[in-house]
């Protein structure tokens, strides 16, 4: 059964940083591209970036380019989102998920809510 | 703004028919399967519909998608008070190359 656990959300202040994590489970990890994706409070889904199984193929959206890095550890079965110069437009829910045939996300995980506020 | 276009609300009474549509461009939905979520409060997405018609198991065959050219549609039938949820519309987009959604429709049973 596949299983997404995400990690690292909390408050951070307007310029600050945050990294989250998403431990997965249920799937043999390097073989899927991962995905994050938010959704603001009440607003709907935004697709932020994706990562290959082998880490060689990354894209991010225009919104974040520049601020957001990802990466993965597939000894870990983990994939990673590194967040700077944090506005408080990026107050959301960050769902981590798995992209099936490199093309639409069949899993989710919880979801871990990062809010950016002085 | 989202790039593809749902209606923001929909509704129909238990036993009922509700379509739910979805209108994007040759770059997204005319070029690239779509797929539908459903995201019930508070929880995280689930997958409802793949590949324009296609249901994981365990979805229920009330629930069924169509695309022709570049709108989809959803449909629910026999409506029960569970599927009061937001549903939300996503597909491939060519020039961005990555997934672009649908600004969600939420669903009323009344």
């Known amino acids: 059964q596949v299983h997404l656990v995400e990690s690292g959300g909390g408050l951070v202040k307007p310029g600050g940083s945050l990294r989250l994590s998403c431990a997965a489970s249920g799937f043999t990890f390097s073989d899927y591209y991962m995905t994050w994706v938010r959704q603001a409070p009440g607003k709907g889904l935004e697709w932020i970036s994706y990562i290959s199984g082998t880490s060689s193929y990354i894209n991010y959206a225009d919104s974040v380019k520049g601020r957001v890095s990802i990466s993965r550890d597939n000894s870990k079965k983990s994939v990673f989102l590194q967040m700077n110069s944090l506005r408080a437009e990026d107050t959301a829910v960050y769902f981590c998920?798995?992209?099936?045939?490199?093309?639409?996300?069949?899993?989710w995980g919880q979801g871990s809510l990062v809010t950016v506020s002085s | 703004q989202s790039v593809l276009t749902q209606p923001p609300s929909a509704s129909g009474t238990p036993g009922q028919r509700v379509t739910i549509s979805c209108s994007g461009s040759?770059?997204?939905?005319?070029?690239?399967?779509v797929n539908w979520y459903q995201q019930l409060p508070g929880t995280a997405p689930k997958l409802l519909i793949y590949n324009n018609d296609e249901r994981p198991s365990g979805v229920p065959d009330r629930f069924s998608g169509s695309k022709s050219g570049t709108s989809a549609s959803l449909a629910i039938s026999g409506l029960q008070s569970d599927d009061e949820a937001d549903y939300y519309c996503?597909?491939?987009?060519?020039?961005?190359?990555?997934?672009?959604f649908g600004g969600g429709t939420k669903l009323t049973v009344l």
């Open positions: 996503a597909a491939w987009h060519d020039s961005l190359n990555g997934p672009v």
């Open positions: 998920a798995r992209l099936h045939s490199s093309s639409w996300i069949d899993y």
């Open positions: 040759n770059s997204n939905v005319g070029q690239n399967p």
